[in-house]
């Protein structure tokens, strides 16, 4: 675990994933704990997709392949690569386990700046391989609500700003796939009230670069942290619907996305897949402010 801080904020890291476990700042938690009653996990890096291929299958070149749920870097080992007062960049390689699930050579970075009240979270994907290499990258931070009470009608909202009329979202439908149906979001003064009926359709995907910012507010829509990106696709996700007293929420900046429900085409033509020439590098990544130090 190593830890960063300013006179501000208090980050600590895992190599296990190389994922975020703590945010402090004047005396609170801001990042999920991590309690498996609820989600077992606080801010997992999504590679090399984002939710889900259909049945867990996919295809490349003729040949099937399997893999899991957002896929395979959350779960494996990261070494330290760069390390400095404020910064740390963690790093994985392909290697045999990998690439019996994922044919394709690659390093992956993972890095971590502290600068005032921002954490800056920066990915760089690698193509080590000789041919083409298709993937998807994510994020999935789990952020408290601030004083949150199972009771109360509304936990908290978010924030999408003045042109948040008419946002289209898509959502899972099954296996944790979506279907073609967009909806309307509906706010009022670009806030998105969330409570207790929220998330009865899982998750909120907005793509097509709809959003580029969010604010987190409490019950009083006073502000205490925001995120920005610059990916194509943003998702909002509390499990609430499985556990009315979940006390988190989730803002997901993606470079991709799951599967429709049936898609059997090839792994290269699935929808928002990024993909790269051998030697190339791929960059991304998003920023978290605390709004209220």
């Known amino acids: 675990m190593k830890t960063l801080s300013n006179d501000k904020i208090t980050l600590q ?19 999920w704990q991590a309690n498996p009653k609820f989600w077992q996990r606080h801010s997992p890096v999504l590679f090399p997709i984002v939710g889900r291929v259909w049945n867990n ?38 290697n045999e386990e990998t690439l019996a699930k994922y044919p394709f050579p690659f390093v992956l970075e993972i890095g971590y700046r502290l600068k005032e009240n921002h954490i800056e979270v920066i990915w760089n994907v690698q193509n080590t391989g000789e ?21 109360d009608e509304v936990h908290a909202y978010v924030g999408i700003g ?24 509906s706010t009022q003064d670009g806030l998105m009230e969330i409570g ?10 907005f793509d097509n670069s709809q959003v580029n910012h969010l604010v987190l ?17 943003v998702a909002i996700w509390s499990p609430s619907a499985v556990h009315p007293d979940v006390p988190f929420i989730c803002l997901e900046p993606w470079y991709g996305r799951c599967d429709q429900v049936g898609y059997d085409g090839e792994f290269k ?20 402010t605390l709004e209220d130090i």
């Open 162 to 185: 003045p042109d948040a009329k008419g946002l289209q979202y898509i959502s899972p439908v099954e296996k944790g796939c979506v279907s073609p149906a967009r909806h309307t979001l």
């Open 217 to 233: 507010c409490d019950k009083d829509k006073k502000p205490y942290l925001s995120m920005q990106f610059s990916t194509p696709l």
């Open 57 to 94: 299958h996919y295809t490349h070149k003729g040949k099937t392949y399997e893999l899991g749920q957002h896929g395979f870097a959350r779960d494996m080992d990261f070494q330290l690569s760069y390390e400095e007062e404020n910064a740390v960049v963690y790093s994985l390689e392909s």
């Open 131 to 151: 041919k083409e290499m298709h993937f998807q990258i994510g994020a999935h931070p789990a952020f408290y609500y601030r004083d949150f009470n199972v009771l």
């Open 269 to 288: 033509d699935r929808e928002w897949m990024q993909h790269l020439k051998p030697g190339k590098s791929f960059t991304g990544g998003y920023t978290i």
């Open 13 to 31: 890291i895992s190599e296990s994933g190389a994922e975020l476990t703590s945010i402090v700042a004047n005396g609170n938690e801001y990042l």
């Open 196 to 205: 207790r009926e929220t998330f009865a359709c899982d998750t909120y995907i």
